[in-house]
Each structure stands twice: as structure tokens, then as C-alpha cells.
């Protein structure tokens, strides 16, 4: 709370703060005035790597893009077509294979929309992540 002396006028203002941990363990901070909102995320960079918050968060040329450099070679085959697959989950796409339908029918984010992944068409940060786990694929299968 400020006091702030206008010229014809002494008013206060106020100003909230709140945060919460959303899904993939980013957390959101907010500050709210009589004026404005302003919205920060920070970014989680910790633990085992949450395949929904790295396809939330695509890839970007910033200290996240560093750690998604880091994390995505020492996944596995299988956790890389997860994590691929993850991104196309957020746009609501049908699984044909079992596994993965079983998979993200689980979760409470998804809904099967009937799309297929060639109906998506997926932003800059999340298309350059797929690209750069279908090279890690390839790599992985020569």
C-alpha cells in the first residue's frame, strides 16, 4: 500500500500479490493494481523433466531453451515420442496407437477432438521443439 499525493487529491493504492503452481510445475505470480495485472511464469527447471510443462513451454532462446538443450538427449526412444506427442495432446488430437490413447486419456488436460496431427498447426516455440526431437529420433534409430 502507497500514499501518493496528487495535486488536488491524497489517495492510497493498492496493490495485490498472489501466485499458485499450475500443471508441469510452472508457477504464475501475479500483481494486480487499480490500473493493471501484470502476469509473470516462471519456468520449471527442476526435477525430472514434466513432459507437459516442456510442451507447454516449447522451446525458446532463453535460459529455458538451455535446459530443454540439456534434457532432451539424455531422454530415452520411448520418452521422446511421449514427449512429441505431448504437444499434439494440447491441440486435442486422436491417437490411433493404444498406448498413447491410454496414455493421455489419463490426463486431465487432454481432449480427443478427433484432429489429426496434420490438421494442428502448431506456434514457432512448440514446432521448433518437435523438430528438434524428431532429429534426436532419427538419430537414435541409425
Keep these: 500500500m502507497y500514499n501518493v499525493e496528487g495535486p488536488q487529491k491524497r489517495y492510497i493504492l493498492i496493490f495485490c500479490t498472489s501466485w499458485y503452481v499450475g500443471f508441469g510445475g510452472n508457477i504464475y505470480y501475479y500483481i494486480a493494481g487499480e490500473e493493471y495485472t501484470e502476469v509473470f511464469r ?3 527447471t527442476w526435477g525430472d523433466p514434466d513432459f507437459y510443462a516442456m510442451a507447454i513451454n516449447g522451446y525458446t532462446d532463453d535460459e529455458y531453451g538451455k535446459y530443454v538443450d540439456e534434457v532432451l538427449p539424455t531422454l530415452s526412444k520411448s520418452d521422446l515420442r511421449l514427449l512429441r ?3 499434439f495432446a494440447l491441440y486435442g488430437v486422436h491417437f490411433k496407437s ?5 496414455h ?4 486431465v488436460w487432454y481432449t480427443d477432438e478427433g484432429k489429426t496431427s496434420a490438421e494442428v498447426t502448431l506456434p514457432a516455440h512448440r514446432q521448433k521443439l518437435v523438430e528438434m526431437i524428431q532429429e534426436l529420433e532419427k538419430k537414435l534409430r541409425e
Aim: net charge positive; hydrophobic share 25%; proline share 0%.
Design 42 to 44: 516462471i519456468r520449471r
Design 85 to 87: 506427442n505431448t504437444i
Design 98 to 102: 493404444e498406448d498413447l490413447s491410454k
Design 104 to 107: 493421455f486419456d489419463k490426463k
